[in-house]
């Protein structure tokens, strides 16, 4: 089956498509500057990167040069757009309405629209996208696939927050947690590495992107997860602060003269490694600047690698041990210097990195050493084959 996969922001849209027989991919790339200009970056598999400029005033015509370049004469990987059996979006929020990928229908837009307050600045432009390919491509199932919804079997004691109970009643004021695609997708790689039962297994999965999560997965089901409500909790992240007391925020924002907005936004955009170090939320300038001696930006680095060490160690005393862990995204993938920083800390589990194998960029691999009791892999995260994977098995059912 050939399956779309979307993933649309307020203003952009990455898009792949995928043969699920042998989850190829046959064509990816993107749509930037939706509502601004319009550019389109397309690339067929073997093939150059094509890049067009041409405006796109909504997600609509985004979607309509995708479909274009995707049966594009020289250049396209489809003879038709029937051949598209299946389209596949990546949705934000699903709130405790979702707690697994599902058709889309006019009732399930409704219920994620109603999700909208939880995630203001991406599930309305996850509408937008799914909305555009209804237009388009009417007859096409569609399937949601959720990042909240890998986590959304979390026992209470781990999701709800220590404040009046009525706020959880009330508007629904609780742990969610993100990434949840790429914290499946990494889980059930890593069972299947280690050769164990997915079901019978402890995996601490760090996602260690711009944006980072960790989460617990015991025999399959994430039991605990950094990101909270928002994805502003836990991992000190490029520019997100991560676990703040509260009261710190109160205290900045009165001397600065600011509203909640305003303290928010700092968390947000202001803070984590880029706030630190002051000189950037990308991991090889902090590693080039501290190479040279930059104390702020060695400083972030060490205070990143510690805050996941706290995780780790808390995870393993949520799931009464550890089993795996594996390192993913961006961080996870890319830094040795921030796998061995992490795992320093944890030679109390037995845990041995072999230095040589954690020379790594990207690639699955082994990095603990043989004896080491707790097995460690770097696994890239693919997110988009994720997706197709439920929107396959969804449409599969539904028929
Ligand atoms: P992601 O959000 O998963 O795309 O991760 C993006 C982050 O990964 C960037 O901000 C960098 O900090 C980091 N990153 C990406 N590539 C590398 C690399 N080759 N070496 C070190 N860090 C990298």
Redesign the pocket.
């Known amino acids: 089956m050939k399956v779309l996969v979307i993933n649309c922001g307020s203003s952009s849209l990455k898009y792949q498509v995928i043969d699920s027989d042998t989850e190829g991919v046959l064509a990816k790339g993107l749509c930037e500057r939706i509502g601004i200009d319009g550019r389109l970056v397309y690339q067929p598999a073997g093939g150059d990167k094509e890049i067009t400029d041409a405006p796109m005033p909504t997600h609509k015509e985004a979607v309509r040069m995708v479909l274009d370049a995707l049966v594009n004469e020289k250049t396209g990987v489809l003879k038709s757009l029937d051949e598209v059996e299946a389209i596949g979006h990546r949705v934000v929020h699903g709130e405790e309405k979702f707690r697994e990928s599902a058709l889309i229908t006019d009732e399930m837009i409704k219920t994620v629209e109603s999700c909208n307050d939880l995630a203001p600045l991406h599930n309305p432009a996850n509408i937008i996208g799914i909305n555009a390919c209804r237009e388009l491509m009417p007859n096409v199932p569609m399937v949601g696939v959720f990042d909240t919804a890998f986590h959304a079997h979390m026992p209470a004691k781990a999701y709800m927050y220590g404040i009046p109970y009525k706020y959880y009643e009330q508007y629904k004021v609780r742990r969610y947690g993100f990434h949840g695609t790429s914290h499946s997708f990494v889980s059930k790689r890593a069972a299947e590495l280690a050769g164990k039962p997915y079901n019978n297994l402890k995996t601490i999965v760090c996602h260690l992107?711009?944006?980072a999560s960790i989460s617990a997965v015991e025999n399959g089901v994430s039991v605990d997860t950094s990101m909270g409500l928002s994805p502003l909790e836990g991992l000190i992240m490029?520019t997100r602060s991560g676990d703040i007391d509260p009261s710190a925020i109160e205290f900045i924002a009165k001397k600065e003269g600011w509203d909640i907005s305003r303290a928010v936004q700092m968390l947000n955009k202001e803070s984590g490694v880029d706030g630190i170090s002051g000189v950037s939320?990308?991991?090889?300038d902090l590693?080039a600047a501290a190479a040279e001696g930059n104390e702020r930006a060695q400083l972030a680095l060490d205070m990143f690698c510690y805050r996941v060490a706290k995780y780790v160690g808390a995870y393993t005393a949520a799931m009464n041990g550890v089993d795996v862990i594996a390192f993913t995204?961006?961080?996870g993938e890319?830094?040795k210097i921030v796998r061995q920083g992490v795992c320093d800390y944890l030679t109390f589990l037995g845990i041995t990195i072999d230095d040589e194998a954690n020379n790594v960029?990207g690639e699955e691999k082994l990095i603990s050493t043989p004896d080491s009791k707790v097995k460690v892999y770097v696994i890239p995260t693919n997110e988009e084959l994720a997706i197709c994977r439920e929107t396959v098995e969804i449409v599969k059912n539904s028929r």
Not at 281 to 284: E, N, Q
């Open positions: 992107g711009n944006g490029g939320s990308d991991f090889r590693e995204a961006g961080i890319n830094t960029k």
